[in-house]
C-alpha cells in the first residue's frame, strides 16, 4: 500500500483527537501559511463523478490531473470504500497532500432506502425521523463518503413544485424540528466518529417559494415572510451544528442566492455566526449569468465570494477566475483565506488530515451497509409514515379471513417507484413491492389476484375489463395508483396535480363492481383525487416508502400496525387554489365556511377549504379529547401557562394520536395567521387508556417577528386549541398575555 506521509506530521503537529478540538485553528493557519493562492483556490473547487451525475455534466477528462494538481478540494457523487480510497490516493499524490471530502445526496437512505422525507414528515415522530438519518449516516460512512447534501429543509406551500417530496411539507415549527433531528442523525455524536457524515442544510434560501410551483423559478416575498416561514428552519439545523449549508438556484427578490449577501453573509455567517462552510448548489455560481446577474464567469465568480459562497459546485467558475480576481485587487486574499478556513476545519474535524482513508474500509462498509437492522428502521419508519385518509365501512383493517385478494393498478407490482426520486440506484436490489408485502404477509392461506389495469400516465383503457373480472373473482380490492418515482423531484414540476393518465376512471370501474375497494396513492406530493375520495371508502396516502415498502403496506392494511401518519402539507381540491396553507391570515372578509361567499374572500367556484387539512390522518382507533385546563389564563412575559387535557383511546385497537397544539394571536402589530402550530406530541395508548397529556406555553412561542423584524411577544389576547388535525380542533380556550 502506498505510504503517505501525513502532513500533520510533516508540520509537526500531534493530531490525538482530544488536541484537535482545541489546536484545529492553529493546524489551519499552518497549512494556509505553506499554501500557494491557486492551491488555496483548488479547495474551493468540487466537481462530480461521472457515474450518477445530479446535474448537467461538463466533459472533463482531466479531473483526476486536476486533483494531483490541487485543484480540487471535494467531489461528489464518488462512493464506495474502494472508489473513494482509488481518488483519495490520487489526492495524496498532490504537493500539499490536502485530503477531498467526497459528497453525495442521501436524502432518504444511502444503501437501504428509507421513505422519502414528506413521508416521514408524516410520521410526526422525531425520534424515527432521526433514526433513520442516523441509519443513513452509518451506511454512507461506511461506503467512504464523508458528506450528506441533506437535510432539505424547504418549506414549501405548493404541492406543482417536485421537490416537495424531499422536505418536511408546508409547517415552520414541525419543519424546524425535522431540520434538527435530522441533522443531529447524521452528525451523531460529531464529526470524526466513523458513523457520522457531514450534514448539509439546504437550499438557502426560500426556494421551496418558487413562483407558480415552477422549480428554479424566481423568489419574491417580504422579509417577513422569509423570517417568519422560510428561515427557522435553517436556524434550527444551525443551532442542531449542521456542518454545510448549500445556498439555493433562486433569486431572493431580484438577487441570486448564489451571490445574496443578505443571505450567506448578513444572516448566516454574520447573525447566525455560522463556522461552517457554504457550497453552491449544482452549477449555481455560473448560472448568475443566465439569471442576468453576472456578466461572465469571472464576475460571477466575483459576486459568489463576496456574498459567502465558498465552494463552487461543478460551475467551474472560481478555479480559472478567481487568481486574476485577486491579482486585480477586485477579490481580497483574505475571503479565499477565509472560506478555505471552513473548509479545512471541517477536513481537521473529519480526522481527514490524520488518516485521508479512514472512512474507506471495505471490511466496515460490508458489515454496515443493508444489514437487517437498517432494513427493520426503514419498515418502521415506513409504517408510521403511512397517513389513512379514509376507512368507511370498516373496511379496514383486512380480514385475515379473505381468501382472495386483488391487488390492481400500475404500482401493485412496482419497486423502482418505492425508492422515489433521489434514492440511489444498486444492481439487484430488493425492494419489496405492495404485491410482494402482501404474499410475505398472507402466504398460502390468501390466494392474491392482479391485474395492471393502466399504465401511470397515458391514455389507454385496455386494461380496464381484465382489471375489472379480476376484481370479480376477488372478496376486496386493493388498488395502487399515483406516480413514477420520477414524477415528483427535481425538475419535475407539475402544473396538473391530479393521478395522472386514466388511473382515477380505472378506480371508477372497479368500484362499480361493487367489491370493497382500497386505494393506495403512492406519491412524492400531495395529488388531487376528489373523485375516489368521495366516492371510495378506504384510502391511505402511502407516499414512496422505499425498501420496505410493501411489507409496511401489508403491515397496516393488515392492522399489525395501526396507521398514525398526519399530514405534513394540505391537500388542495383543485390547483385553482394554490398557494392553500394551513396558517393563512384571516383577511378584512373572511368567509365563515364554504358557502360564505357574498363580498367574503372566496372563490365563486371552489370552497376555500381543503380536500384534506394539514395536521390530518386517521387511525383503527379513535380519541377522546376532554377536560382542558389552563393553569393560568392571564400571565406575565416571565411566566408560562401549564396546559393539560385528558387523552382517552375510545376505539378497539391500541395506537398512537399526534395531538397538535395550536394559538391564535388574536390582534398583533403585524397581523397573525388564524392558527399556527406551536407544540404536538405523538402519544400511544392502549384501547380504553386514558393520558393526561400536558404542554408549556412561554414566551418564546407567543413570539413573531414583528415591524423591525424583531423576535418578540406582544401583550394581547391569544386563544389556544388542541386538535387531532389543523381543522379539527377538540378543545380550545383564550389567553391574556400582560405587558
Ligand atoms: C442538485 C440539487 C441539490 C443537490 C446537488 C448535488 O441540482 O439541487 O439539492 O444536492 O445538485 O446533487
Excluded at 433521489?422 to 425492494?431: G, V
Excluded at 372578509?589 to 390522518?617: C, E, H
Aim: with cysteine.
Amino acid at each position: 500500500m502506498k505510504r503517505y506521509i501525513p502532513l500533520a506530521l510533516i508540520l509537526g503537529i500531534s493530531l490525538s483527537a482530544s488536541a484537535q478540538d482545541k489546536k484545529i485553528e492553529k493546524k489551519i493557519d499552518s497549512v494556509l501559511k505553506l499554501m500557494t493562492l491557486d492551491e488555496k483556490i483548488g479547495q474551493l473547487n468540487q466537481y462530480t463523478g461521472d457515474r450518477d451525475a445530479t446535474g448537467p455534466i461538463t466533459n472533463n477528462p482531466n479531473k483526476l490531473k486536476d486533483i494531483r494538481d490541487g485543484k480540487l478540494g471535494s467531489m461528489l457523487n464518488v462512493r464506495g470504500a474502494k472508489e473513494t480510497r482509488e481518488v483519495q490516493e490520487v489526492a495524496m499524490q498532490s504537493r500539499m497532500k490536502i485530503p477531498l471530502i467526497f459528497g453525495l445526496d442521501v436524502i432518504h437512505g444511502y444503501r437501504v432506502t428509507f421513505p422519502i422525507p414528506l413521508a416521514e414528515a408524516a410520521s410526526w415522530d422525531m425520534a424515527e425521523i432521526e433514526n433513520g438519518a442516523r441509519v443513513a449516516a452509518r451506511e454512507t460512512a461506511a461506503s467512504g463518503v464523508h458528506w450528506t447534501f441533506a437535510p432539505m429543509v424547504d418549506i414549501a406551500r405548493d404541492p406543482r413544485w417536485g421537490r416537495v417530496m424531499e422536505g418536511a411539507g408546508e409547517d415552520t415549527y414541525l419543519g424546524s424540528k425535522i431540520a434538527f433531528a435530522r441533522v443531529k442523525g447524521f452528525q451523531g455524536k460529531g464529526l470524526g466518529n466513523l458513523d457520522a457524515v457531514m450534514a448539509c442544510a439546504k437550499h438557502f434560501a426560500a426556494y421551496g417559494a418558487a413562483i407558480a410551483g415552477r422549480d428554479y423559478n424566481a423568489v419574491d416575498m417580504s422579509e417577513h415572510t422569509l423570517w417568519e416561514t422560510y428561515l427557522p428552519p435553517f436556524k434550527a439545523a444551525v443551532d442542531a451544528g449542521a456542518a454545510t449549508f448549500m445556498n439555493s438556484f433562486n433569486t431572493l427578490n431580484g438577487i441570486p442566492a448564489t451571490g445574496n449577501s443578505y443571505l450567506q453573509r448578513d444572516i448566516l455567517k454574520g447573525q447566525w455566526k455560522y463556522q461552517g462552510f457554504v457550497v453552491s448548489d449544482w452549477g449555481s455560481i455560473g448560472e448568475m449569468i443566465a439569471h442576468g446577474y453576472a456578466k461572465d464567469k469571472e464576475q460571477a465568480a466575483e459576486l459568489a465570494i463576496k456574498a459567502g459562497s465558498d465552494m463552487d459546485m461543478e460551475s467551474r467558475s472560481y478555479l480559472p477566475s478567481l487568481a486574476k480576481l485577486v491579482a486585480d485587487k477586485k477579490v481580497p486574499v483574505a475571503l479565499i483565506d477565509d472560506a478555505v478556513r471552513r473548509i479545512l476545519r471541517k477536513k481537521f474535524e473529519l480526522g481527514l488530515f490524520d488518516d485521508p482513508y479512514r472512512f474507506s474500509n471495505v471490511a466496515r462498509q460490508e458489515k454496515e451497509i443493508n444489514s437487517a437492522e437498517n432494513r427493520k428502521a426503514s419498515l418502521t419508519m415506513a409504517e408510521k409514515s403511512i397517513v389513512l385518509l379514509k376507512n368507511e365501512k370498516e373496511v379496514l383493517p383486512l380480514s385475515k379471513n379473505f381468501k382472495k385478494i386483488a391487488v390492481i393498478g400500475p404500482l401493485g407490482k412496482s419497486e423502482k417507484d418505492m425508492q422515489g426520486f433521489w434514492s440511489i440506484a444498486w444492481d439487484k436490489d430488493n425492494l419489496v413491492s405492495l404485491y410482494q408485502g402482501l404474499k410475505n404477509k398472507v402466504g398460502n392461506q390468501t390466494e392474491l389476484l392482479y391485474a395492471k389495469g393502466c399504465e401511470l400516465s397515458d391514455s389507454s383503457k385496455t386494461g380496464f375489463a381484465e382489471a375489472v373480472e379480476v376484481a370479480k373473482q376477488a372478496d376486496v380490492v386493493v388498488m395502487a395508483v399515483g406516480e413514477a418515482f420520477d414524477m415528483s423531484g427535481e425538475a419535475k414540476s407539475r402544473a396538473n396535480i391530479h393521478i395522472p393518465g386514466v388511473q382515477e376512471d380505472l378506480i371508477k370501474a372497479v368500484q362499480a363492481t361493487g367489491k370493497p375497494v382500497v386505494v393506495l396513492v403512492m406519491a412524492g406530493r400531495p395529488l388531487i383525487f376528489n373523485w375516489t375520495a368521495d366516492n371510495v371508502p378506504a384510502i391511505m396516502y402511502t407516499w414512496w416508502l422505499g425498501s420496505e415498502a410493501g411489507n409496511a403496506m401489508a403491515n397496516v392494511l393488515y392492522g399489525d400496525y395501526n396507521p398514525s401518519g398526519k399530514l405534513p402539507m394540505t391537500f388542495p381540491r383543485d390547483e385553482g387554489q394554490i398557494p392553500l396553507y394551513y396558517n393563512y391570515l384571516s383577511t378584512g372578509r373572511p368567509a365563515k365556511n364554504d358557502k360564505d361567499t357574498r363580498y367574503r374572500s372566496a372563490y365563486l367556484d371552489m370552497p376555500n377549504s381543503p380536500k384534506f387539512a394539514f395536521g390530518y390522518g386517521l387511525s383503527y382507533t379513535t380519541f377522546d379529547y376532554s377536560g382542558l385546563t389552563l393553569s393560568k389564563t392571564q400571565i406575565k412575559p416571565d411566566e408560562k401557562i401549564t396546559v393539560s387535557f385528558t387523552l382517552k383511546n375510545t376505539g378497539k385497537y391500541a395506537g398512537e394520536e399526534v395531538v397538535q397544539l395550536y394559538l391564535q394571536d388574536k390582534f398583533a402589530s403585524v397581523v397573525r395567521p388564524v392558527k399556527e402550530l406551536k407544540d404536538f406530541q405523538k402519544v400511544m395508548l392502549k384501547a380504553g387508556e386514558s393520558k393526561t397529556i400536558t404542554f408549556n406555553i412561554d414566551k418564546e412561542k407567543l413570539s413573531f417577528y414583528n415591524q423591525q423584524l424583531k423576535w418578540a411577544a406582544e401583550a394581547g389576547d391569544f386563544k389556544l386549541m388542541i386538535g387531532t388535525a389543523s381543522n379539527n380542533i377538540k378543545l380550545e380556550k383564550d389567553f391574556t398575555l400582560l405587558n
